[in-house]
């Protein structure tokens, strides 16, 4: 009886051993894929205030860019809406470029209720290929 209560405990064991891996990829997939989250410009156009402060992920092509000396704004559009992002570190994409931008939402004018300019202050981009 001894030596198959000794096989059961190596067994159990093993499956213990198996969920904590599985428990602990769950939850690193978990955070892959909310780090990746990205959101629609027409959801932040929508109610800039839900996303004031917070950082969020948008990818789009870049329709406008003004800069100068490493700092400057330019804006994105997903086809969903269009949205401007002020980089001060970064530089500026060229127009045409496809980019992923994080950083945090900026409402900078509303009025009787209207959005007229959401800015997102950029801390990170990826890409930058595009037109000159």
Not at 6 to 13: A, D, P, T, V
Not at 22 to 37: K, P, Q, V
């Amino acid at each position: 009886m001894n030596a198959f209560h000794g096989r059961r405990h190596s067994s159990n064991h093993a499956m213990n051993k198996s969920r904590i891996g599985f428990i602990i990829l769950a939850a690193i997939m978990s955070l892959i894929l909310t780090a990746c989250e990205r959101e629609k410009i027409s959801d932040i156009n929508a109610d800039p205030g839900r996303f004031h402060g917070r950082d969020v992920n948008v990818v789009g092509d870049v329709t406008q860019s003004i800069g100068a000396l490493g700092k400057g704004v330019y804006q994105i559009n997903d086809g969903t809406g269009s949205l401007w992002v002020y980089s001060d570190k970064l530089g500026v994409p060229s127009r045409g470029a496809h980019v992923g931008v994080r950083g945090s939402v900026v409402p900078t004018f509303t009025f009787l209720g209207v959005n007229y300019a959401t800015v997102l202050r950029e801390s990170d981009r990826r890409g930058q290929s595009g037109s000159h």
